[in-house]
Nanobody
Framework: QVQLRESGPGLVKPSQPVSLTCSVS??????????WSWIRQPPGKGLEWIGN???????YYSLSFKSRTSISSDASKNHFTLQLNAVTPEDTAVYYC???????????WGQGTQVTVSS
């Protein structure tokens, strides 16, 4: 059974970077069938796709986040990481990692981790 678990700092100051990690068990992030994704949900708003990476480690980003986002992976630890730079209070959200198939369908989600941007 595939499981994803997000971890991160919880509280971040404005203008600072935030780094979140998604630890994967039950599957390998080098599995060529899937994409490994980051999605967030700000309070009172819908889901926002941030980006993903494929089994080779190539990353793809939403245009809304591309300029200040980096997604990377560590195959030896079977996890992938989101770094979001220069955060503002508008980046306050629950951040999820998820596995997506080749057609973009999400089939497994982590439980989410709250990130609050506040001084």
């Amino acid at each position: 059974q595939v499981q994803l678990r997000e971890s991160g700092p919880g509280l971040v100051k404005p203008s600072q970077p935030v780094s979140l990690t998604c630890s994967v068990s039950g599957d390998s992030i080098t599995h060529d069938k899937y994409y490994w994704s980051w999605i967030r949900q700000p309070p009172g708003k819908g889901l926002e796709w941030i980006g993903n990476l494929d089994y080779t480690g190539i990353s793809y980003y939403s245009l809304s986040f591309k300029s200040r986002t980096s997604i990377s992976s560590d195959a030896s630890k079977n996890h992938f990481t989101l770094q979001l730079n220069a955060v503002t209070p508008e980046d306050t959200a629950v951040y999820y990692c998820a596995r997506a198939g080749s057609l973009g369908e999400f089939d497994t989600w982590g439980q989410g981790t709250q990130v609050t941007v506040s001084s």
